[in-house]
Each structure stands twice: as C-alpha cells, then as structure tokens.
C-alpha cells in the first residue's frame, strides 16, 4: 500500500493543475498494471492535516507488508546470509505532494521513523528541500520513479543483523541469477540503487527541536531563530504569495518581504551551546541550524551542510547595517557570503540556544511564534528516502 498526501493548495491554482496530472497518474497506476499497487490518497484541507494523517498512518501496529519466510527463499543477502532466519518487514511507504510545510508536517507526524519510507514530489513555493537533494522538478517522472522504486521495493525486505543494522537483500532477477542484481538498502551514506530502477534509497537525518514552553517539533531542512524566522511568518499571511506564484516566481516572496522587515530588524543576543563549545553575541539579526544546505527560496546559507552526516550546520549573522545586508543577500544565494566578518559558521552535533529577547522561530519554514529557548537534537532513527531517478 502506497498513502499519497496531497496539498493541493500549496501552490495556489498552479498545485492544483499538477494534482490533477498526478491524480490521472495514480489511476493509471491502480488500474492498468499487471500488479497493480494500492494507492491510498490523504487531501489535506487545513494546516496539521498532513501531520495527522501521518501519524494515522504509521501509528498501525501491523506493518504494510510482512514478507512470508517461504517468501524470501528467493533473496539473498549481501553478506550471503540466507533468509530463512528472517521474516522481512516492509516499512510504511508515504509519498508526499506540496511544499516544505507540507513535508514538514508528514515527517514531524511519523510514529515511528525507523519504519517508513517517503517519497516526495514538490509541488511549492520554495522547495529547498527538492533543491538540496537533486529532486526533479517535473511532479509526473518524479511519481514514475518513485513508483516504480515502491514496486521494486514491494518485493524485498530489510532484515536485522545481530548487531541492529540494516542489511542490503539483493532481488534475484528472472534468470534466477541473484548476483546480478542491485542492492536496494544500504547503512552508509550514499544513496543506493533499488532494484533495476533508476531511483535510490538514502538515509536521511531527522532532528528534532524542544522548546521551552515544552513544545517539540521535527526539521529535515533547518530550524531558524530571529530575522529568518521573521521572514517566513510574513510569508505565511501576506497576499503577495499568492500573486507571485500564479506568475512562477513564488520563491521570491521571501526575498522581497525581507526588504521592509530589514527596516524595523530586532537585534537578538544569542547564547548557544554546540556540542562542547560555547558562542555568545549581543546583537545578531539570526541565527540558523541546517540540515541543508538551502533555505528560503534558494539562499544557499550553509553551503557544506549535509542530511546524513549526524551534524548540523549553523550560520550566525550579527552586527551587520541595512546596507551590509543588501550587499551580502545576493552572495548568499549561491553560497559564497562566508568572507562577510558579519558571518559565521559552526558545526555541532546537539544545540542549546537562548534568545533574548524571546524572537520568532521557525522549522523547515513553518513559523512557529516567539521562543526563548531551545535544544536541538538528532532523532534516533534516519528516515528513509526515496530518491527519484
């Protein structure tokens, strides 16, 4: 079973065109192929509804698919194991349309991380996170690939080993000859090929932020404090939005509205702890981890951030001038602002920040009002990730 969560409003009227194409796509799927898989569609109607059905989905007990021992007589491991010591289970599988709100909902909402897999098809205003993971832009292939990658996964399983990792199974292709297969899991950090599709299966981190008015909310993208977060509640009511994304240009919305909130900047005095360090400024505009390398629209604010690394990057921009800001924003879009001396990076493993005065913040872009406090965290399941070709 495949459960598609669709905002079709994500987008404005644009979404909801390319919904119409992937909604003709999955019919096809359901109703033309020799094997057909289910395709179980979840529409949201209002903020939380992807969260929901994402916890609705992977809070069953019984997993979608529980491979028969008999069944997987015919897979072999990597380490040439044989199966029979093993009953497979095959995790959740959520494809997800919409934007990074969207995204960010379905992760956040995952019971269980270790036990899903997501494809994700972006269909947003900014999609940072389709941009940082190399996702086509096309909502029809990128649903091509992703199924033909569920239907290849269909049919093999991710076994234990003693010491609790995860090892590959190779499917044995018609000729019954299991070595020239293709490896569809692995435990290290490059993605690997499943089945003989053109898609891949990568691990992803997930990271997790506590507040101190005792929230917590999941990110794959970044979680920002001050001006950045600033930005992104703007965004959310303002009309301008919508006009730019009827005209294509959806992503500069978080461009232009930083021009006048420039004008009224709240300096923030940021004390945070990065793993074993300490980092202390009195008047900083924001202050950013990131789990990609891109965030608001394309601003490509920690070039060397990675998903899967176990670490998150951090920038800091303090004691800069209105004018200093305009001149370091184009920069910034192509990752090269790092000579700026209003700007620093940092690299940890787990962050506590304080902010005073209490400023906006934000995950993945999704305001979440004004804190003062925070501990960020990596979850301790990866998210699986299906990449399409």
Same mark, same amino acid.
């Given at each position: 079973m495949i459960h598609l969560i669709v905002n079709p409003g994500a987008r404005g009227a644009r979404s909801m065109d390319r919904w119409k194409k992937i909604e003709e796509q999955c019919l096809k799927n359901r109703d033309m192929q020799e094997t057909p898989l289910p395709v179980c569609v979840h529409v949201t109607e209002k903020p939380d509804d992807a969260r929901r059905f994402a916890q609705d989905i992977t809070s069953a007990r019984t997993p979608a698919l529980v491979l028969d021992p008999s069944e997987a007589r015919d897979m072999e491991t990597v380490s040439g194991a044989t199966a029979d010591a093993f009953t497979a289970k095959t995790p959740h599988t959520i494809f997800v349309f919409g934007g990074d709100g969207t995204?960010?909902?379905?992760?956040? +909402?995952?019971?269980?991380? %270790?036990?899903?897999?997501?494809?994700?098809?972006?269909?947003?205003? %900014?999609?940072?996170? *389709?941009?940082?993971?190399?996702?086509?832009?096309?909502?029809?292939?990128?649903?091509?690939?992703?199924?033909?990658?569920?239907?290849?996964?269909?049919?093999? %399983?991710?076994?234990?080993?003693? #010491?609790?990792?995860?090892? *590959?199974?190779?499917?044995?292709? &018609?000729? %019954?000859?299991?070595?020239?297969?293709?490896?569809? /899991?692995?435990?290290?950090?490059?993605?690997? +090929?499943?089945?003989?599709?053109?898609?891949?299966? *990568?691990?992803?981190?997930?990271? /997790?932020? !506590?507040?101190?008015?005792?929230?917590? !909310?999941?990110?794959?993208?970044? /979680?920002?404090?001050?001006?950045?977060? #600033?930005?992104?509640?703007?965004?959310?009511?303002?009309?301008?939005?919508?006009?730019?994304?009827?005209?294509?240009?959806?992503?500069?919305?978080?461009?232009?509205?930083?021009?006048?909130?420039?004008?009224?900047?709240?300096?923030?005095?940021? #004390?945070? $702890?990065?793993?074993?360090?300490?980092?202390?400024?009195?008047?900083?505009?924001?202050?950013?981890?990131?789990?990609?390398?891109? $965030?608001? +629209?394309?601003?490509?604010?920690? &070039?060397?951030a990675a998903p899967d690394d176990g670490t998150l990057d951090a920038i800091l921009v303090s004691d800069i001038s209105r004018a200093g800001f305009f001149g370091l924003m184009p920069f910034a879009l192509f990752g090269k602002h790092g000579f700026s001396r209003h700007v620093t990076f940092h690299r940890g493993r787990s962050y506590t920040i304080r902010c005073t005065p209490p400023c906006h913040c934000h995950t993945d872009g999704e305001p979440l009002g004004e804190v003062g406090y925070a501990e960020i965290s990596l979850e301790d399941e990866k998210l699986q990730l299906i990449l399409p070709g």
């Open positions: 995204l960010n909902e379905v992760i956040d +909402g995952i019971a269980d991380l %270790g036990n899903a897999r997501l494809g994700y098809i972006p269909s947003g205003s %900014g999609n940072d996170f *389709a941009r940082s993971m190399h996702i086509p832009a096309d909502p029809e292939k990128v649903l091509r690939s992703l199924l033909g990658a569920a239907k290849a996964l269909a049919h093999t %399983g991710i076994r234990q080993t003693s #010491e609790g990792e995860s090892a *590959a199974h190779i499917v044995a292709p &018609p000729d %019954g000859n299991a070595s020239s297969g293709k490896a569809i /899991c692995g435990t290290g950090p490059n993605p690997v +090929g499943i089945g003989n599709t053109s898609a891949a299966l *990568a691990s992803l981190d997930v990271w /997790c932020a !506590r507040f101190g008015d005792g929230r917590k !909310r999941r990110f794959a993208i970044s /979680c920002g404090f001050g001006f950045d977060a #600033e930005v992104c509640y703007e965004v959310q009511r303002s009309p301008l939005k919508k006009w730019l994304n009827k005209l294509n240009l959806g992503k500069l919305c978080y461009l232009l509205l930083s021009i006048p909130l420039i004008f009224r900047r709240r300096l923030i005095r940021f #004390e945070v $702890e990065i793993s074993d360090s300490f980092v202390s400024c009195p008047a900083s505009l924001f202050f950013a981890v990131m789990n990609q390398p891109y $965030e608001g +629209g394309g601003f490509r604010f920690c &070039p060397e």
